[in-house]
């Protein structure tokens, strides 16, 4: 599966697009499948949301795993300060 | 843009980026002198051509070529095909210490938040790709009261108002 | 220390609203992120993995009571309530909102503080020596010529978009604690004929090409030193490369030029910038170095130290440096806590140590490039009230120079550029030899580790340094030896193929135990023995004999 995440212009905050808004938790993002390519080139032109880009990721029961450990930090928070995450199981 | 969240900081190459396009339109000068409207060659063309009174200097040029011709030169144009790209900036302070006093055009990729360090390095003329706000620019020239050193324009360095 | 008159701060304060300015129309959509991105940049402000990251300058790494206090009120009010302090100097925020930070900044501004030029392709902060004004081995505080190279540096028109980023370190003694040979200008403070002047080192610096510098310059009269760094950097400007990041810096300069040319383009330049009134008139010279005057010692504080207290006696023995000043020591506070984040302090350890300060070191705190903190000015009479609160709150590890005193730098847990975690590796290494006896057996050894090839975690000038990279996906580490930031500059060595996180720590392990098996006797440090024998005692231990 293909999600689309970014972060907020205003806060820098990571969030992921769940089909009709932007979610600060990953086990809300969907896949963007071939939409994909359209909705980033959106975001990119609208200048709200920083560093837009698609991420390949795994579905599980508790929601999108992204494939690279990049990605998985940024969906969880520092792996160092689980007091920070922002999924807690 | 890929898509592809890379580096922080962009640190796109910016060497062999193609010279701006000439135009006149956008040309915004602090001087009192009318603006130099007529050729301008560029450097590599200078020589060939010693009755031209403007040259372009590229990135890439050697700027103190044209100190022998100072004299007989009324524009000199300093591109930034990208404004990242500050040699420029050294050009432009090098032909104002060998005593260059006429028009200093930035040409290209010129924003207003380059504005203040271009006017200190000896610009007085500017042809920005895209237009500049002349009131914006009057307030940012006017943002930072003091300087801490010596350059182009000649404001008065921080330690002399200290110590006369 | 240095305190702004009215242009320095004058002038903090106009960045401030240019910079509110700037997010202000940012927000409003005035201007496109590409647009904006390098301004924010020349603020600090970088985008990270989780939220915007600050970076606010410490000048030459000193700090007073206040502006640490202020530092922690950020943490609490802008941030989660912690912070970290970097290889070069500085203090890094990981959870900061664009919006927030005009105000921010101003906070900062009004204990004459900032964050200008921390990022971009532009004069970074001027380091020090952390033991500068205290250390019996110094010619003399080198941190007045720092601040005046910050004056110089700052809002610099000629130099503010340079080929890549530009890094200077000044120092005053042979004994170099921070590291001049790796940096685009290490300048050393010296005496020539009775008068002062600078040692100048060019195209030191780590990263992808590691580079120890040259010897531009033996001597460089003090009263001529800026338009001689002028000069270097109008070089640099010029002929820097900008056609690859990676070949960028000006020690790629120096290494395609030649020394010999390089300083030769160097003198020429320099010859054209005598009418320029580039270097500073005496006034402005004795005005600075006359902020930088010694404390006002207690000269009747005793010599003595009780050390009746074992705890406080291992803390002394490891943390403690002897100080120029008799009756009075330099203490190092530890931001590596075994198994804690290194470099990392939080709001309340930060206020502790802003009161302690205060009261016991003459007001001021420096930061190390080891990420460590340090009261330069403690009378002997006070250490013991000292420890006592550091160890309270966590800060007392005596552990300086030892196994677990790592640099480790942010990392993939932080870093958009990471390839690899960096700061779980230190916490495991630190766990694997976290007893204090083991830890004084080994002695001296200084581990450094990087996410990524940029090497903000100096990992090529560690005796044993780690380099997280990305291995088909997966985390892996590379691991180096031999490296050394001090006078005796080294570059470390690769030693073979990588490992996963838990190999690395094993062969760190190993690497230690081979150390201790075939020193020359306990006192010979690990870097020693490595220069020594070369890597096939290491090798042989980490990846087997070779038959």
């Known amino acids: ?80 300060r689980l007091d920070l995450n922002r999924n807690p199981a | 843009m890929s898509g592809v969240v890379d580096s922080i900081e962009d640190q796109s190459p910016v060497a062999g980026a193609p010279p701006p396009p000439e135009t006149t339109a956008n040309i ?50 300093v591109s930034f095909p990208k404004y990242r790209d500050g040699r420029g900036y050294s050009s432009a302070q090098i032909l104002r210490e060998a005593g260059y006093a006429g028009e200093l055009r930035a040409v290209g990729d010129v924003l207003i ?28 020239l006017a943002r930072f009261p003091f300087v801490y050193m010596n350059a182009a324009d000649h404001r008065t360095p921080i330690w002399t108002l200290r110590h006369g | 220390m240095y305190r702004y008159d009215q242009y320095d701060q004058a002038l903090v304060d106009a960045r401030v609203a240019e910079f509110r300015d700037q997010v202000a129309r940012r927000l409003a959509n005035e201007i496109t992120e590409d647009q904006f991105k390098p301004l924010r940049l020349m603020n600090g402000l970088y985008l990270q993995l989780h939220a915007y990251m600050l970076r606010v300058a410490v000048p030459y790494g000193t700090l007073s009571g206040t502006q640490l206090r202020m530092l922690a009120h950020i943490a609490r009010r802008y941030d989660r309530g912690y912070a970290h302090f970097t290889t070069r100097q500085n203090i890094q925020y990981n959870w900061m909102k664009l919006e927030e930070t005009p105000d921010l900044l101003a906070d900062l ?41 910050r004056q110089w540096s700052s809002f610099h028109p000629e130099f503010s978009f340079l080929p890549r980023k530009f890094k200077i370190a000044v120092i005053a003694s042979d004994t170099d604690r ?37 010897v531009v310059r033996e001597f460089i009269p003090a009263r001529q030193y800026l338009s001689y760094c002028e000069a270097i950097l109008r070089v640099y400007n010029r002929f820097g490369r900008r056609d690859n990041i990676y070949k960028a810096r000006i020690k790629i300069l120096v290494h395609e030029l030649g020394a010999e040319e390089f300083i030769r383009q160097v003198q020429a330049e320099w010859a054209e910038m005598e009418p320029r009134g580039l270097d500073a008139p005496q006034a402005e010279y ?95 009479a006070d250490l013991y009230a000292v420890w006592t609160a550091l160890n309270d709150a966590g800060l007392a590890t005596p552990n300086l120079d030892l196994v677990t005193d790592i640099i480790a730098c942010p990392g993939l847990d932080y870093c958009a550029l990471a390839n690899a975690r960096s700061i779980p590796v230190a916490q495991k290494i630190a766990q694997r030899f976290a007893d204090l006896d083991r830890q004084h057996d080994i002695g001296e050894i200084k581990i450094k580790i990087s996410g990524c090839i940029n090497a903000c975690g100096h990992h090529h000038a560690g005796h044993i340094g780690i380099l997280g990279v990305d291995k088909k996906g997966e985390e892996a580490y590379q691991l180096s ?33 081979a150390y201790r098996a075939v020193r020359s006797g306990p006192r010979e440090r690990f870097l020693d023995t490595y220069r020594r024998l070369g890597d096939a005692p290491f090798k042989a231990a980490v990846y087997g004999a070779v038959a």
């Open chain 2, 28 to 77: 915004m000068s602090l001087r009192d002198a009318p603006l130099y409207d007529g050729p301008v060659v560029a450097l590599a063309d200078f020589g060939a051509m010693s009755n031209t009174a403007a040259v372009r200097i590229d990135p890439g040029d050697d700027v103190r070529a044209l100190l022998p011709h100072l004299a007989g030169l009324r524009l000199i144009e």
């Open chain 1, 1 to 80: 599966m293909r999600l689309l995440t970014g972060n907020i212009l205003e806060t820098g905050d990571v969030v992921w697009w769940t089909g009709h808004d932007w979610s600060l938790h990953l086990r809300d993002a969907v896949d963007v499948d071939a939409d994909g390519d359209a909705l980033l080139a959106r975001t990119l032109a609208e200048e709200r949301i920083n560093d837009p880009a698609l991420v390949a990721a795994e579905p599980t029961a508790d929601g999108p795993r992204p494939r690279t450990m990049r990605e998985r930090v940024r969906g969880a928070g520092p792996t160092v």
């Open chain 3, 286 to 380: 004795d005005r600075i170095v006359a902020q930088f005057a010694a404390p006002d010692y207690d000269r009747a504080a005793p010599d003595s130290l009780d050390r009746s207290d074992p705890d406080f006696a291992l803390w002394v023995d490891q943390n403690v440096h002897a100080h120029k000043q008799p009756g009075y020591a330099i203490a190092t506070i530890s931001l590596k806590p075994v198994g804690g984040i290194p470099g990392d302090a939080s709001a309340a350890q930060m206020d502790l140590i802003a009161d302690l300060a205060e009261r016991y070191a003459h007001d001021e705190i420096r930061v190390t490039h080891s990420q460590n903190l340090v009261f330069a000015h403690v009378r002997k």
């Open chain 3, 109 to 149: 501004a009004t204990v004459e503080m900032h964050a200008i030029q921390t990022s971009g392709n532009c004069i970074r902060n001027i380091s020090s020596d952390q033991f500068a004004g205290a250390a019996a081995d110094e010619l003399a505080d080198p941190r007045p010529y720092a601040e005046l190279l």
């Open chain 3, 178 to 214: 921070a590291a001049v040979q790796l940096h685009d200008i290490g300048l050393q403070l010296v005496r020539r004929d009775g008068e002062l002047g600078f040692k100048v080192w060019v195209g030191g610096g780590m990263g992808r090409t590691p580079m120890i510098g040259h």
């Open chain 2, 113 to 140: 938040d380059q504005i203040v360090f271009l006017r200190r390095v000896g610009f007085d003329s500017f042809a920005p790709a895209a237009p500049l706000d002349p009131s914006t620019v009057v307030t940012t």
């Open chain 3, 481 to 513: 030896l031999g490296g050394s930031g001090a006078e005796d500059a080294s570059l470390a060595k690769i030693l073979g193929p990588g490992f996963s996180e838990a190999g690395v720590v094993d062969a760190v392990e190993k690497v230690i135990e």
